[in-house]
């Protein structure tokens, strides 16, 4: 999409940030969530999977275990202390009432007024295919921002003292090719970023010869240089926003 972004809204204080697996809110949106958390805001993560198949050279018992363990000390280099994890299988999650559920579930549990997630749609942008887990937990995750606020879906949550949270006002979607909005991030922002993604050094170092903090900074500054072309030449993550209610 061409034109200029708007920027993102900033009158809310508590965010949780549902996607698939370890890492993927490290590929963009952790420079957004450094500076958020230094202003104060409040932000929980939700992992859907432990990313366990995502090191072919691992078994998946041991690469659920370096992942989790990666992933909590990459959220914590951004700010983050709460990270959760729901168990569905990696790389085959599925769409559906029994996800919704589940999400809907953390979101009565955290109370956001800011949901964020990751790409849904079926491609990053001409050429580049999405992959299930991303889509079915973008789509879900949207679906449950609705789910969460009524209270004749998912009943029995409420017995689980899960009462309705009708406080969802926007789902941010982090990675989309449909960006609508940005958030402009300052130098210190993009280090603790890199250091985030860097943190993930068993996945790394399977996925590419680099160093894993070269592989990091290239990746994350060559994703905010192509952002800058939309946001007057500053530097910004890019999210497409939903607005609720």
């Known amino acids: 999409m061409d034109g200029q972004l708007s920027p993102m809204p900033e009158d809310w ?16 949106a952790a420079a957004a969530i450094a500076r958020w958390t230094t202003a104060g805001r409040e932000i929980a993560y939700l992992l859907v999977t432990r990313g366990e198949a995502g090191i072919d050279t691992m078994d998946p018992v041991e690469a659920a275990r ?20 729901l168990d569905h299988r990696d790389g085959v999650i599925e769409e559906g009432v029994a996800l919704r559920r589940d999400l809907a ?13 990751l790409n849904h749609h079926e491609t990053w942008g001409p050429g580049f295919w999405n992959t299930p887990d991303h889509r079915a937990v973008g789509r879900a995750t ?24 009708d406080g969802v006002r926007w789902v941010a979607v982090a990675g989309s090719p449909e960006a609508t ?9 993009v280090e603790r970023a890199v250091a985030s993604l860097a943190e993930h050094r068993a996945y ?6 680099e160093e894993p903090a070269e592989y990091a900074r290239g990746f994350i ?11 007057g030449g500053r530097r910004a ?9």
């Open 13 to 28: 204080q508590r965010a949780l940030a549902i996607v698939a697996h370890p890492d993927d809110l490290e590929y963009g």
């Open 66 to 85: 370096v992942r989790e363990a990666e992933q909590r000390s990459s959220a914590a280099v951004v700010g983050v202390e709460a990270v959760e994890f």
């Open 105 to 117: 579930a953390a979101i009565r549990r955290h109370r956001p007024e800011l949901v964020i997630t």
């Open 142 to 165: 949207l679906d449950a921002a609705g789910d969460a606020g009524n209270r004749w879906i998912f009943t029995d949550l409420a017995d689980e003292g899960l009462t309705p949270w």
């Open 181 to 189: 909005h940005a958030v402009e991030v300052g130098e210190e922002d």
């Open 204 to 209: 790394l170092t399977a996925l590419s010869d």
């Open 221 to 231: 500054t060559g994703m905010l240089e192509m952002s800058a072309e939309r946001t």
């Open 237 to 245: 993550v890019t999210f497409q926003v939903y607005p609720r209610g």
